[in-house]
DNA sequence: GCGGAATAGTCAAGCCTTCAACTACGCTAC
DNA sequence: GTAGCGTAGTTGAAGGCTTGACTATTCCGC
């Protein structure tokens, strides 16, 4: 531990960014929150289906039986527990998705696609792919995309635990 | 207008991701989610200040005077007017912003970086590099610190009005 | 079995964001 | 000068998210 390296927030000169730093850091930035923003958008507005909501849908329909536990679909749709516990309510109203107790675990619930949620997916999927293939695959020239990949795989790596 | 491009949301056989595609954008979805969570959470946790206020702290400190008119400070700080209007109103509250009426017109308020908003900002500053350093730029490769600003910057002349 | 720790999920309070008015001022033309 | 329109910014209500507390259940060691 601490080979060099200060803990965060801790003492030492800080490693400031330089010029060609910052540009490239602001670049990524903006340009996520702006794409984010723009796809959360032009879904919600078409569709009634916010990203998040999309997000929740998307994981339901892959998994075996449209249905999952709880956290695993907090994890897979990069949701706290609570959030999802709020989103999934949500969309119990909407008839989208319906709970049901889990045979194996006492304390398990599973979320369960229903049919008419499973519709509305497939009345969502076009204008998502859409989205990401307009704002984001048009955009870039396939190294580009090679590129964008292994960037976000490194980070993946870093950052999700395990 | 609609030169074979389906306006969004059109008919028109949708043009699906493949596999690798797929791929492509989740790693880049969910490790600039995770970043940009990561990066929110420990600057929140460590300074108190959440990375928008932190935006909105760093854009005020570079203008001349310190100071912006209020959709000028919303348009760098990639926030609504609405949104902006609240915040400072928060940062008025913590005595780190002051609003001022603008001289040249009368309809224009300027938001004002006080001298304690100044020493807020240099104390959460090496907080904020670090966090951008340890999980952004020491996970990547000269290569991949290039392709990814180069993206960003494509990405940008997109999304970005005018 | 049984007591304690860990896990799954929910809920309420408070903050943040959005949306849709709304106020106030400036610009232009008559 | 004043009517009409556009711009700048604020506000309040509604809904989403986070935090921390809480219940219920399971797991583990004895």
């Not at 927030?9 to 723009?38: C, I, N, T, V």
């Not at 695993?72 to 909407?94: F, G, I, K, M, T």
């Not at 989205?131 to 396939?142: E, K, N």
Request: overall charge negative; aromatic content about 6%.
């Amino acid at each position: 531990m601490n080979s060099g390296v200060p803990a965060s927030g801790a003492a030492g000169e800080p490693r400031w960014l330089d010029a060609e730093e910052q540009k490239a850091w602001r670049a990524w930035l903006y340009s996520s929150m702006l794409l984010q923003d723009r796809l959360d958008r032009e879904l919600t507005q078409e569709t009634g289906i916010s990203h998040a909501y999309y997000e929740i849908l998307v994981q339901l329909s892959e998994a075996p039986g449209r249905m999952l536990r709880m956290s695993q679909l907090a994890d897979r749709s990069l949701s706290s527990r609570s959030r999802l516990s709020h989103a999934v309510s949500r969309l119990e109203e909407r008839g989208w998705v319906r709970r049901q107790v889990c045979e194996d675990d006492g304390r398990g619930q599973l979320a369960v696609l229903t049919d008419e949620g499973f519709t509305a997916l497939e009345a969502a999927a076009p204008v998502h792919v859409e989205g990401v293939r307009s704002h984001l695959f048009d955009q870039l020239s396939p190294e580009q995309v090679a590129a964008m990949r292994s960037i976000g795989e490194t980070l993946l790596r870093h950052l999700v635990p395990r």
